[in-house]
């Protein structure tokens, strides 16, 4: 594995690879979404605003010779059906898929859990943990016929350590990480399963999570590229289970 925060993505990286993004249209989501494309993958830009998604892109479609696709998707109703659409989409599309970063994370209230509502928790839940449970269950089959198949799941401190007030933000962030754990011993060695901790980062999220913060304090999302690039490409194979701070890869 490179030293911290010395990892150099070389060009065609990503060459033949498909990789599909959730949260793809803004923030995070978009920053890996280019930096994929940038780096030879064809991605599948999954989010819940088409106006974004179509922006994104269309920047990829400027800057690259790659082949994007819009899956325009709220993960708060995500169903097996759609699942299995979205399955049958991409083989035809592409007829393999190498890699899913589960970008898209609904924060929720900040409230402490005795005045939590319920239908805030069960939808937070929903989309961080139901919905990348289905994505990845249900694609599974591309994923294990890929020579090098990467999944990369967005933990945060919280669902590492919890911390009061973080409610089912953080309850579901350490389901990811149960998640990560069980489906890197299910899947080894033909499929990478890894957790990644972005830290404070700025993004809309982030500012909602922490109005009276001074953003421009913040690393940027492309600033945590390289630690993006390197889990999901081939010099990262064969580490699986593992989690992953981006902070730590920032110089």
Do not use: C
């Not at 060459?15 to 494309?37: E, F, K, N, P, S």
């Not at 509502?117 to 269950?137: H, I």
């Not at 967005?154 to 409610?167: E, K, L």
């Not at 953080?170 to 499929?191: H, M």
């Amino acid at each position: 594995m490179p030293a911290e925060h010395d990892y150099q993505p070389r060009p065609g990286l990503l060459d033949d690879r498909v990789i599909l993004v959730t949260g793809a249209g803004d923030g995070i989501g978009r920053a890996a979404a280019l930096a994929y494309a940038e780096y030879g993958a064809d991605v599948v830009l999954l989010g819940r605003t088409e106006k974004k998604l179509d922006a994104v892109f269309d920047e990829i479609v400027a800057a690259t010779k790659t082949r994007p696709v819009v899956v325009p998707a709220d993960l708060l109703h995500a169903s097996e059906d759609a699942v299995t659409t979205l399955y049958h989409a991409i083989r035809r599309e592409y007829a393999r898929l190498d890699g899913i970063l589960h970008n898209a994370s609904l924060l929720g209230p900040r409230e402490p859990i005795a005045d939590y509502p319920v239908q805030d928790w069960q939808d937070v839940m929903q989309v961080n943990v139901n919905a990348a449970f289905m994505l990845t269950r249900g694609l599974l089959p591309l994923l294990e016929e890929a020579p090098d198949a990467s999944v990369l799941f967005t933990s945060s401190g919280v669902g590492r350590r919890g911390r009061a007030n973080w409610g089912a933000y953080a309850v579901s962030k350490f389901a990811v990480e149960g998640l990560v754990e069980v489906l890197a011993d299910e899947l080894a060695p033909d499929v990478r399963v890894n957790s990644l901790n972005p830290g404070a980062t700025r993004t809309a999220m982030r500012a909602a999570a922490y109005p009276e913060e001074d953003p421009a304090t913040l690393p940027s999302a492309e600033d945590h590229m390289p630690l993006y690039l390197y889990l999901m490409g081939p010099d990262a194979k064969g580490i699986s289970g593992r989690r992953f701070d981006a902070g730590s890869w920032m110089p």
